[in-house]
């Protein structure tokens, strides 16, 4: 062999050891892409960190969990003070998806999962998913929704590596509409939920099991679902809105298909990677890491990966004061807006109208750009105040506001306008303007 030849050769070889170093959920990527990605993982693992309480609990410690040790696990410190956590909340009758994702948690944490707690967590969770669809012999919808139905299967099927049924895939499977989404709408956050489930239950499959080829179909039509549902948002690419992307973006890169779309796989990851870090409550930290990491929950499948050390003594370093600078190649957001927010809770209840002053607030140092969700998280970090949401096939829907919860049985719900008009879309979708005036009014439909 020539010295040219030879040089050759090792060129290639120290080019493909460089390429593998630079490895992302939409395949090698050039340096500085990847250390764009990587610290912005330091900086929300960090972040999430510091949202754990003095016990080891986070507000969803199993979710918390898993993503730290799937996509930062050397930021974790005293491990076994969550897992503790963990144990106990296995103990408490969580709902049937909590308790799928103590199950992952544990499993990520190389917890003994048939002795957790006292517990034996897969022989539980499959008793309980086995009850949720099914009662005194009949079939039955869920009563706790789906949601927690597709994670409780990928769930037992990534800690057992077997499936949890042939009758309970079958149900899942039936859940698919015609357009290949799972539930009653086109929901990115059912259909990626079902695709990972069903993703595993495809890989620990025989080769002869005749239901292969059905699950197969499902996942290639719930696929081609996820990719009609992207949608562009101020140069941002998103699969059915922000918040719904990480985990789809996961479950079309674990069935490769987004192989030959890497330029849209890049956007898409891009995107996530450029939402600002300091201002994601816990459950979207949460959901963003493993994705940036290029990892999902179908990995606690290897039996040969590390598991997380339980040095209860390490540190957590500080967070960079500036964690809301825009990490490299991210677009710079510099306009700041103003808002006010306007919480005025009117409704007719049991015959009397019940009126509240109404409460006035300036909110400041919001990005231009702000999803309207997102402006409502940081008046609630600062104080100012409370609401929850619960999550449906249309996003998020408000339904309590510092206190004062709308009552379903009595035909109450929060209305949200903006300059007197309702806004047109929900609180995932709608982005306030400089010195908007938003209004929260609780009322009621006829």
């Given at each position: 062999?020539?010295?040219?030849?030879?040089?050759?050769?090792?060129?290639?070889?120290?080019?493909?050891?460089?390429?593998?170093?630079?490895?992302?959920?939409?395949?090698?990527?050039?340096?500085?892409?990847?250390?764009?990605?990587?610290?912005?993982?330091?900086?929300?693992?960090?972040?999430?960190?510091?949202?754990?309480?003095?016990?080891?609990?986070?507000?969803?410690?199993?979710?918390?969990?898993?993503?730290?040790?799937?996509?930062?696990?050397?930021?974790?410190?005293?491990?076994?003070?969550?897992?503790?956590?963990l144990e106990n909340e296995a103990t408490q009758k969580p709902s049937l998806g909590k308790f799928a994702q103590i199950l992952l948690a544990a499993k990520a944490s190389c917890s003994n999962t048939t002795n957790f707690g006292g517990v034996n967590l897969a022989k539980e969770l499959k008793r309980r998913l086995n009850d949720e669809l099914m009662l005194n012999g009949i079939n039955r919808e869920p009563p706790q929704g789906w949601y927690g139905v597709y994670l409780a299967v990928g769930a037992y099927c990534i800690s057992e590596k077997q499936s949890p049924g042939e009758s309970i895939v079958a149900r899942v499977l039936e859940k698919q509409g015609l357009r290949g989404s799972f539930h009653e709408s086109m929901s990115a956050d059912y259909t990626a939920q079902a695709m990972i489930a069903l993703t595993c239950v495809m890989r620990v499959s025989d080769s002869s099991?005749?239901?292969?080829?059905?699950?197969?179909?499902?996942?290639?039509?719930?696929?081609?679902?996820?990719?009609t549902g992207i949608s562009v948002e101020k140069d941002n690419v998103w699969i059915g809105n922000r918040y719904s992307t990480p985990q789809a973006l996961i479950a079309l890169t674990e069935n490769e298909k987004l192989d030959n779309q890497k330029r849209l796989c890049m956007k898409i990851l891009e995107s996530i990677n450029n939402r600002p870090a300091g201002r994601e409550p816990e459950a979207a930290l949460s959901q963003v890491l493993p994705v940036l990491k290029g990892a999902s929950v179908l990995q606690l499948m290897n039996d040969e990966r590390d598991c997380p050390s339980r040095d209860e003594s390490q540190e957590i370093e500080s967070i960079d004061e500036n964690i809301d600078d825009p990490i490299p190649n991210a677009r710079v957001v510099d306009i700041q807006i103003d808002l006010e927010f306007i919480i005025n809770p009117n409704a007719y209840l049991g015959g009397d109208l019940a009126s509240e002053n109404v409460t006035r607030f300036d909110v400041t140092r919001v990005p231009k750009g702000t999803i309207l969700h997102d402006t409502m998280v940081l008046a609630s970090q600062r104080e100012l105040m409370t609401f929850e949401t619960k999550d449906t096939a249309w996003g998020r829907s408000l339904v309590e506001i510092n206190g004062r919860r709308a009552n379903s049985s009595m035909k109450q719900f929060w209305s949200i306008g903006a300059n007197g008009k309702s806004i047109p879309v929900g609180i995932d979708q709608f982005i306030p303007s400089h010195g908007e005036k938003i209004s929260f009014t609780l009322t009621t439909w006829s």
């Open positions: 062999m020539s010295t040219v030849a030879r040089w050759l050769l090792i060129l290639c070889w120290i080019c493909g050891k460089a390429n593998a170093n630079y490895e992302t959920a939409c395949g090698s990527v050039e340096e500085s892409e990847y250390l764009a990605l990587q610290r912005n993982v330091d900086v929300l693992a960090r972040q999430l960190m510091t949202l754990r309480d003095n016990s080891g609990a986070w507000k969803n410690t199993p979710e918390a969990l898993t993503s730290l040790i799937l996509a930062k696990p050397d930021v974790l410190s005293d491990v076994d003070a969550s897992v503790a956590v099991d005749p239901a292969l080829g059905t699950i197969q179909r499902s996942l290639h039509l719930a696929s081609n679902s996820l990719l």
